[in-house]
């Protein structure tokens, strides 16, 4: 079963290679993100979490203790089942040890917010939250516009990394520091210490758990997939500017050259980009940023819509 986070509900969805739908839920909700785990969908909207446990059929409210309703993302760790996260808008870490049912608040992120003064150039909102990647008891937390936060206590309490100030200015910052406009966050499967962090100024690379990034690609960009099995493949969505000449390109050489890993498409897309990336088996998943969602075979590498008959996608995930 995969599961679709759109702007007026949820999208239940079945089948390999071509989806098809099976029924809508959260009828109204602006649906901002999805994650499902053992028989359980949490879907982050506008208004809280809302939880399901029959695939879908019902939904029931989900958020106690959230001190902040507009959810921007939601995630699991990996290794412990009922551990949830979820990021806010404004900037805030709430973590449920329920599966969802109740929520409390990493409260020294609101004071690292309120001291740099993070904020969102669209909204009136303090900066958010908008990507985790857990590996271990390590994690890390993309704020945008904000930086890099890091634990290593399993999410109960963060920290700024080394290479990121907590400073929102959008002038680019000197490397090693990132750039403070991050759009999400992820950890290789080989290091705790390898993150990849798509920004607004660029894509950026650390090998040392945040102390030091290095700019691979000069873009604006939301979204990238590294291979598990090998950290030097990578796929990004970059764009020349927000939503303005998006498309698709892929470097196997830890990103000294980048190539267009677009057949299938038609590209650049004036006013669109990559929004999200998600590997669901042997499949990988974009969302664009006008709803629209691609697919490829990881094999092949050729991209195709599905679904058109759902506008507004805002995330997908599949059951695990």
């Given at each position: 079963?995969?599961?679709?986070?759109?702007?007026?509900?949820l999208?239940?969805?079945e089948?390999e290679g071509?989806l098809?739908?099976?029924?809508r839920?959260?009828?109204?909700?602006?649906?901002?993100s999805?994650i499902?785990r053992?028989?359980?969908?949490l879907a982050?909207?506008?208004?809280?979490?809302?939880?399901?446990?029959d695939?879908?059929?019902?939904?029931?409210?989900a958020?106690a203790?959230?001190?902040?309703?507009?959810?921007?993302?939601?995630?699991?760790?990996?290794?412990?089942?009922?551990?949830?996260?979820?990021?806010?808008?404004?900037?805030?870490?709430?973590?449920?040890?329920?599966g969802g049912?109740?929520?409390?608040?990493c409260r020294?992120?609101?004071?690292?917010?309120?001291?740099?003064?993070?904020f969102?150039?669209?909204?009136s909102?303090?900066?958010?939250?908008?990507?985790?990647?857990?590996s271990g008891?390590?994690?890390?937390?993309?704020?945008e516009?904000?930086?890099?936060?890091?634990?290593?206590?399993?999410?109960?309490?963060?920290?700024?990394?080394?290479?990121?100030?907590?400073?929102?200015?959008?002038?680019?910052?000197?490397?090693?520091?990132?750039?403070?406009?991050?759009?999400?966050?992820?950890?290789?499967?080989?290091?705790?210490?390898?993150?990849?962090?798509?920004?607004?100024?660029?894509?950026?690379?650390?090998?040392d758990?945040g102390?030091?990034?290095k700019?691979?690609?000069?873009?604006?960009?939301?979204?990238?997939?590294?291979?598990?099995?090998?950290?030097?493949?990578?796929?990004?969505?970059?764009?020349?500017?927000?939503?303005?000449?998006g498309?698709?390109?892929?470097?196997?050489?830890?990103g000294?050259?980048?190539?267009?890993?677009?057949?299938?498409?038609?590209v650049?897309?004036q006013?669109?980009?990559?929004?999200?990336?998600?590997?669901?088996?042997?499949e990988?998943?974009?969302?664009?940023?006008?709803?629209?969602?691609?697919?490829?075979?990881l094999?092949?590498?050729?991209w195709?819509?599905?679904?058109?008959g759902?506008?507004n996608?805002n995330a997908?995930?599949?059951?695990?």
């Open positions: 079963m995969i599961y679709l986070a759109t702007e007026s509900g999208v239940v969805c089948g071509e098809r739908e099976v029924r839920g959260l009828k109204g909700k602006r649906v901002t999805v499902a053992e028989g359980v969908i982050g909207t506008w208004d809280g979490v809302f939880r399901s446990d695939d879908g059929e019902n939904w029931r409210e958020s203790g959230l001190g902040h309703r507009h959810i921007r993302w939601l995630a699991y760790h990996p290794d412990q089942s009922n551990l949830v996260f979820a990021g806010t808008e404004p900037a805030a870490i709430f973590f449920s040890q329920d049912n109740s929520w409390n608040e020294e992120v609101a004071d690292l917010r309120n001291q740099h003064g993070w969102l150039p669209y909204s909102e303090a900066g958010c939250v908008r990507g985790f990647a857990f008891s390590r994690g890390y937390a993309a704020v516009v904000g930086g890099v936060l890091c634990s290593d206590d399993n999410g109960a309490s963060w920290r700024l990394v080394d290479g990121s100030d907590g400073n929102p200015s959008l002038d680019r910052p000197p490397e090693p520091l990132v750039y403070p406009d991050l759009h999400s966050i992820q950890i290789h499967p080989s290091s705790p210490d390898l993150v990849d962090a798509p920004t607004g100024g660029g894509f950026y690379r650390s090998t758990g102390r030091v990034w700019l691979l690609y000069d873009c604006c960009c939301r979204a990238a997939w590294t291979d598990p099995a090998d950290s030097a493949h990578i796929i990004l969505g970059p764009a020349d500017d927000v939503d303005s000449i498309r698709i390109e892929e470097t196997r050489d830890g000294q050259s980048w190539n267009l890993a677009t057949e299938g498409l038609t650049p897309w006013r669109t980009m990559v929004e999200r990336f998600a590997q669901i088996s042997s990988l998943f974009a969302v664009l940023s006008n709803g629209e969602l691609l697919v490829t075979q094999s092949a590498m050729e195709r819509r599905i679904m058109p759902v506008e996608v997908i995930t599949a059951m695990i």
